[in-house]
């Protein structure tokens, strides 16, 4: 069964570094999304992408963030300037029709 | 405001009984719901979905019911097992031009017993 690939499964970095963090989504499937989880909350919505551009995004998604689809296969989001809040889990979806489909998460910690 | 919230943080039950995972949402234009089922260290899982245009939807082991009335939704499963246990979210479907962000519920973990 095709499935949401992420890497790396664990990202640490320094306050200030830039980090991308890279997702192979399903690879028939039209929308993909970044999500991040805080540890303890809920899901949250970054940012979604669609036709090589953002759909919409968050509040969360400053100008800090940014995303990419670089060849037919990874789709990647990219943090500047990392901040301790940043710390997180960020899962990629990619959706073909109503369903969204997860990875299994990078954990980005901010030191 | 709109939200998708869930009643209960925390659910035990014993192995073989039933299970009853409840959300409420606020927004009555949503239509579209999704329960998903995320075990530590992992992302997501798509357990079942439901359109407003029904109030009960069956799969494996789970169903959801869907009360618009009251704008209330459950998710069912039946016979819990341990490899059940995990943590549950609702999630509502919004937006508009062939995609859809999720907006999560806070979660409900479930808790199996031998």
């Known amino acids: 069964e095709p499935e949401v690939t992420q890497t790396p499964s664990h990202q640490v970095t320094q306050m200030g570094q830039e980090v991308i963090l890279r997702c192979v989504p399903i690879s028939n499937h039209l929308y993909f999304y970044w999500y991040r989880q805080i540890l303890g909350q809920k899901v949250e919505f970054l940012v979604s992408f669609y036709n090589n551009e953002i759909s919409e995004k968050s509040e969360i998604f400053d100008d800090q963030f940014s995303v990419e689809r670089p060849d037919g296969s990874n789709f990647t989001l990219k943090i500047r300037s990392t901040k301790l809040e940043d710390s997180a889990m960020y899962f990629c979806?990619?959706?073909?029709?109503?369903?969204?489909?997860f990875g299994p998460g990078t954990r980005l910690t901010v030191l | 405001g709109e939200s998708v919230g869930l009643h209960l943080p925390t659910l035990s039950v014993q192995e073989g009984d039933n299970s009853i995972i409840n959300c409420a949402y606020s927004?009555?234009?949503?239509?579209?719901f999704i329960w998903y089922k995320q075990e530590s260290g992992k992302g997501p899982q798509f357990i079942i979905d439901?359109?407003?245009?029904?109030d009960k939807r069956q799969g494996q082991r789970v169903t959801v019911l869907l009360n618009k009335t009251v704008k209330h939704l459950s998710l069912q499963i039946a016979a819990t097992q341990p490899g059940d246990s995990a943590v549950y979210f609702c999630a509502e479907k919004q937006g508009s031009g062939g995609y859809n962000k999720l907006i999560f519920g806070a979660g409900t973990r479930l808790a199996v017993h031998p």
């Open positions: 439901i359109r407003s245009n029904m």
């Open positions: 979806a990619s959706e073909r029709t109503d369903t969204q489909y």
């Open positions: 927004n009555s234009a949503s239509d579209y």
